[in-house]
């Protein structure tokens, strides 16, 4: 499965598609000051149990590293997800 990303000005989303229909995405928002926060996070039922919410999180982590950003995740579903990894993303969370 393949996460793609796309982002427009200060928006954007990481997200799966399959037959031109998105069935998973994770939607975020650029601050001024090079934030980015989750905002949502929403998975089609034939993706549950597949582990497709970390993924698109995952992916989500590996850009905020690379661009240098820190990262306020607002949505339950990262928040929880953060929370629950630590250690693992704990270098691009936001204190």
């Known amino acids: 499965m393949q996460v793609l ?3 427009e000005e200060n928006k954007g ?6 037959n031109g229909k998105r069935l998973a995405a994770m939607t975020y928002s650029m601050t001024p000051e090079k934030l980015l926060l989750i905002d949502h996070t929403e998975v089609d039922d034939s993706l549950r149990g597949k582990n497709v919410g970390y993924q698109l999180l995952h992916k989500l ?3 905020a590293r690379a ?13 929880a997800t953060f929370e629950k990894k630590g250690a693992e993303f704990a270098d691009v969370l936001r204190s």
């Open 5 to 7: 990303h796309e982002s």
């Open 13 to 18: 989303a990481f997200y799966v598609e399959e």
């Open 67 to 79: 661009e240098k950003i820190k990262v306020i995740p607002l949505c339950p579903f990262a928040k």
């Open 61 to 63: 982590v590996e850009y």
